[in-house]
């Protein structure tokens, strides 16, 4: 009895020594986070491999809900209200499933994000959005399940899924102009010169109000008394130039030029010179 009961400890000390012993994940889990205009998104999800099986159609069958990746759910997560397939999705965690067809999949966005795999019993109340999207085939294979943020924007970004040779992409827009504009009314209360010129560059980089940007761009040019930086005059040039004032452009981007010339910056000496020849001024 004695003997025996040496045997089990032995085994069992052997066991927990064992157990300790830490190997890679055959799936390995990966974060992606990423900043959409002016909403973070972040992406959790585990990577499985091809290894020399035949994935969509087989490994993952078509016509059938799957996770969307390996181990615990794929999640997505957003900081503001996003809106996806014509549908506002509350800011929050979502898992992402998938049901993989040759031409198409439908992909979803499922409020419970607590399961390992697909649901046990589905509800269709938890779906905060559906989307069906083309299935496009690549012209190389991607051995390593991938999921990514794409075709970044100020207001969009596409959530994109790549295995084996196909790739799926679903559209996601934020409010960023809603932000921006809500911003913009706030601090205009008591605007500084600063804040004029974020203001103003943003509705020329987002093809906005040009009158108003011209109005607020040269605002932030008049409270910089006589030290107006080359970098705010280069704006200011972009922007008159837009609203077709070449006189009031021009101008300004020569200031710009002797601004950023006196500083040793070669990126905006060489953007003013550019500007200027288009314009004809040199």
Do not use: C
Not at 67 to 86: C, E, H, L, M, Q
Not at 155 to 160: I, N, Q
Not at 257 to 279: I, R
């Amino acid at each position: 009895m004695k003997n025996l009961v040496m045997i089990v400890l032995v085994f069992a000390a052997s066991f927990t020594v064992n157990a300790q012993i830490e190997t890679p994940q055959p799936s390995p889990f990966t974060k992606v986070e990423q900043k959409v205009g002016l909403t973070d998104m972040t992406l959790e999800y585990s990577r499985p491999g091809m290894r020399g099986r035949t994935i969509f159609g087989d490994l993952v069958p078509y016509g059938k809900i799957w996770r969307t990746g390996a181990n615990k759910n794929t999640i997505v997560s957003f900081s503001d209200n996003v809106t996806i397939g014509g549908k506002e999705v509350k800011a929050g965690a979502y898992s992402v499933f998938t049901t993989p067809n040759n031409k198409s999949w439908e992909v979803v966005f499922y409020s419970d994000t607590e399961n390992w795999g697909t649901p046990q019993k589905w509800d269709e109340s938890l779906v905060a959005s559906k989307v069906t999207v083309d299935a496009m085939k690549m012209p190389m294979k991607m051995e390593t399940f991938t999921m990514l943020f794409d075709d970044l924007s100020n207001d969009s970004a596409v959530l994109g899924i790549l295995w084996e040779n196909v790739y799926v992409g679903v559209k996601i827009d934020v409010p960023t102009s809603k932000k921006v504009k809500a911003s913009i009314t706030k601090t205009m209360a008591g605007p500084a010169a600063g804040d004029y010129y974020a203001a103003a560059r943003y509705n020329l980089e987002s093809n906005g109000d040009i009158k108003q940007a011209v109005e607020w761009i040269d605002k932030s040019v008049e409270m910089s008394k006589d030290a107006p930086k080359f970098w705010v005059l280069r704006q200011q040039s972009l922007i008159h130039a837009k609203a077709g004032n070449k006189k009031n452009a021009i101008k300004a981007a020569k200031a710009s030029l002797a601004g950023a010339e006196k500083a040793g910056n070669t990126d905006y000496v060489k953007l003013n010179k550019d500007s200027l020849k288009e314009w004809g001024a040199m």
